[in-house]
């Protein structure tokens, strides 16, 4: 190959190469205006996605008040009566036997054995019944009930009603497979009837005679008896009226639905405000039980389910059937959840008051042995003020106010659980609860796939954060009143793990609730972790001890080098730690004094903690003897005292030593191990004064420190000059 053949080449291929690095940055420039197009069409999907979902909620709050029948005239009642001959016309009937043995064959394995299992619960019902009644026995004895004992009761009280329901529930999902437009209607009856019929069952066994509500709940012989009574005659009213009315809903026919369904529907919503009266009426007991503690929510309870079906009927009568249907299906679903609320509470309440009985019993139990074991110290054994203070887990856990925490945190779980049930049930009909969305405050920014949009903080996302940041410290302060139940028994935790726990738990529980309910205001943490770093090493150098404060309470709780409950020395100060907080650790000292250390100090100081492990201690007590004693005969009988004190181990076994020839005694050490440190200068005092007893009655001196005086006079000494 020439030179000139070389250049040639080299010149294309330059050119080749500049081409295609032009070509490479076209292809850039377009993928970078692509991706910056699929962005932008994200955001505009996002934005009207967002006007979609606020205009569907506008159009269902409106058209759910338009008028959409006539007002009552006398072409309702033949509307009516047209609309119940076809519902019985054996032409259709028998067109639903054919379905239902069509949807038989198809489905036979399933619907046999459905059919099967409904046959067997209902031949079984009366020894779930009879187990049932056993149950009582176990509730009242504190060593036989469990936090299982209630959740197996309604069990047995559900599937002893669960026969009926679901033969029909069966029947109803067979005819629905079916074309035919009655057929389907039917079908859809059987199964929504089912529903009805099996909750309705499920309350009235559960308030029969010494059924869950009556034993286990303990509502009251007055609340069951209400709730059995007009429960029954409102399931016998409503069961049959609610299959005929989705029948007329579903089979879609404007007479059946304007004709038949009304006059049904109109039956309902009577019963259900006569129901509702009777129930919730403020000197009724089941209204007592359900909102003792807020009568205010009894109030509102009684008027929305003995008013609200009342003002629904007459809607019906002047033309709104579809929008009091509709508010006819929430109003029982509510009723449906406020009951159910109830009876969550109800069990909550029911584990929580088990373990508390057997923590109490249990306690109950350490305090009686306790007061035998003092009973049994002779009397030269008595406290003297000088023993360290005997701190013991329910001084610092009072079951009283666990009670009481304990006893908030389900009460509020409850409420909000259902609070929020209603506010999701109701918002889709009633503009009004969607005012909090509608009232911006203020423009967020939110980054989507890197792109920065417009994110608009309501009203509805302040209120959010704030129930987060409050829910954060609530359950903060009452969590130990939870934990100090649930976990110490679950895994056998010392009170000082217990106490760690709970701690820690707390702290996260309120950092939890603060982030959430930043994030609900647009501020998540990637915006935060660049202010809480700032913060950080703001507070690292003007709160400096604060700041080392609080890590060492974390290092504290976390490492555990002492522990609440632990008998510990810290320079001069000896005493019990009794709480461990966010800046200093309490300790209870002999005085009984509550002497507060910083965190700070336990971390970096020499601190004796005579508990870490365990409770074993040594005892070191010197004895001279003088010197003509028989070294033998002191040891033997310094022996037998050490091991005649009961609270002296014999494993490790005591011992007694000759160590050295003191200046005016033969001294002895006698050397003894005990299992509470609360216990030393007790022991020491009974050794002590043994030993004493023992040696002068074996005719040995306790020896002394003797010295020789030796006076020197100057009766010699030369006369002073004059």
């Known amino acids: 190959t020439t030179d000139a053949e070389i ?18 940055s076209s292809l850039i420039d377009t993928a970078n205006k692509l991706d910056n197009n699929i962005n932008s069409h994200l955001v505009g999907l996002e934005t009207l996605s967002t006007k979609s979902k606020q205009l569907r909620r506008d159009l269902n709050g409106r058209l759910l008040w338009l008028p959409t029948n006539q007002t009552l005239n006398i072409s309702w009642l033949n509307q009516t009566a047209v609309a119940f001959m076809a519902f019985l016309a054996p032409k259709d009937w028998q067109q639903v036997y054919k379905d239902f043995c069509a949807g038989f064959k198809a489905n036979s394995v399933i619907a046999m054995f ?24 176990m509730v009242r004895n504190v060593n ?14 559900v599937a002893s009603v669960l026969a009926l329901p679901l033969i029909l529930w069966t029947t109803g999902w067979l005819l629905m497979a079916s074309h035919t437009s009655f057929t389907y209607a039917v079908g859809t009856a059987f199964c929504v009837t089912a529903a009805v019929m099996f909750l309705l069952s499920s309350f009235i066994v559960l308030a029969k005679p010494n059924g869950v509500i009556d034993v286990h709940f303990e509502w009251g012989e007055g609340a069951r008896k209400s709730l059995v009574s007009n429960l029954s005659w409102l399931r016998a009213l409503v069961v049959p009226a609610t299959f005929v009315f989705v029948y007329a809903m579903t089979v879609g026919d404007p007479v059946s639905q ?13 019963a259900i405000s006569y129901a509702g009266f009777r129930i919730l009426k403020t000197d009724n007991k089941v209204a007592v039980q359900m909102f003792g503690r807020l009568p205010i929510l009894g109030g509102a309870a009684f008027i929305v389910f003995a008013i609200m079906p009342l003002l629904l009927a007459v809607l019906t009568l002047i033309g709104y059937f579809d929008t009091s249907v509709i508010l006819q299906g929430k109003l029982f679903l509510s009723g449906l959840l406020a009951l159910t ?9 029911r584990t929580h008051e088990v373990i508390a009985r057997r923590e109490a019993w249990s306690r109950a139990k350490v305090r009686r042995q306790d007061r035998l074991d003092k009973l049994a110290k002779v009397s030269g054994d008595s406290d003297d003020g000088e023993a360290l203070p ?3 887990t329910e001084q610092f856990v009072c079951i009283e106010d666990v009670n009481k925490q304990t006893k908030a945190v389900i009460w509020l779980i409850t409420l909000t659980t259902i609070a929020a049930g209603l506010y999701f049930l109701w918002r889709s009909v009633l503009p009004a609860l969607d005012i909090a969305e509608s009232v911006v405050l203020w423009q967020g920014v939110k980054v989507v796939d ?14 959010s954060a704030l129930i987060l940041i409050f829910g954060g410290f609530f359950m903060a302060k009452n969590l130990q009143g939870i934990l100090s139940l649930s976990i110490p028994r679950k895994f056998k935790m010392r009170p000082g793990a217990e106490y760690a726990a709970t701690t820690i738990l707390g702290y996260i529980a309120v950092a939890t609730g603060v982030v959430l309910g930043l994030s609900q205001l647009g501020l998540d943490w990637s915006k935060l972790q660049w202010v809480v770093a700032a913060m950080g090493v703001g507070l690292g150098f003007g709160l400096q001890e604060i700041v080392a404060n609080f890590v060492s309470g ?14 510990v020395t810290i320079g001069n100060l000896d005493g019990v730690v009794t709480k461990i907080s966010i800046r200093a650790t309490t300790i209870k000292d002999y005085d009984k004094r509550d002497v507060l250390i910083p965190n700070k100090k336990i971390i970096t100081d020499n601190v004796s903690n005579w508990t870490l492990n365990d409770s074993l201690t040594r005892i070191l007590i010197k004895i001279g003897v003088g010197y003509k004693t028989d070294i033998s005969l002191a040891k033997k009988l310094m022996f037998e005292v050490v091991t005649s004190i009961p609270e002296v181990l014999t494993d490790p076994a005591p011992s007694v030593y000759f160590v050295a020839h003191g200046e005016s005694t033969l001294d002895f050490e006698i050397r003894a191990y005990i299992s509470d440190v609360s216990k030393r200068l007790m022991t020491k005092h009974a050794i002590n004064n043994g030993a004493h007893l023992a040696l002068s009655n074996a005719g040995i001196n306790l020896a002394y420190p003797q010295r020789d005086i030796h006076i020197v006079s100057n009766v010699d000494s030369p006369a002073k000059p004059q």
């Open 144 to 157: 036989l009930d469990t936090h299982w004992v209630s959740p197996y009761g309604f069990l047995l009280s």
């Open 258 to 270: 304007y004709g038949l369904g009304r006059s049904v529907f109109l039956i309902i919503s009577l």
């Open 341 to 349: 609320g109830a009876l969550i509470y109800s069990f909550m309440h």
């Open 390 to 392: 005997n701190i013991k």
């Open 114 to 137: 459905l059919y099967l299992l409904g046959l067997g619960l209902f031949f079984y019902r009366k020894r779930f019944l009879a187990e049932l009644l056993t149950l009582p026995k």
């Open 7 to 24: 250049k040639q080449d080299t010149t294309f291929n330059r050119l080749l190469l500049v081409e295609r690095q032009q070509l490479l």
């Open 554 to 567: 974390l290092i504290i709780l976390f490492e555990r080098p002492v522990r609440v409950g632990d008998t």
């Open 450 to 463: 890197g792109v920065s949009t417009s994110q608009p903080i309501s009203l509805s996302n302040l209120i």
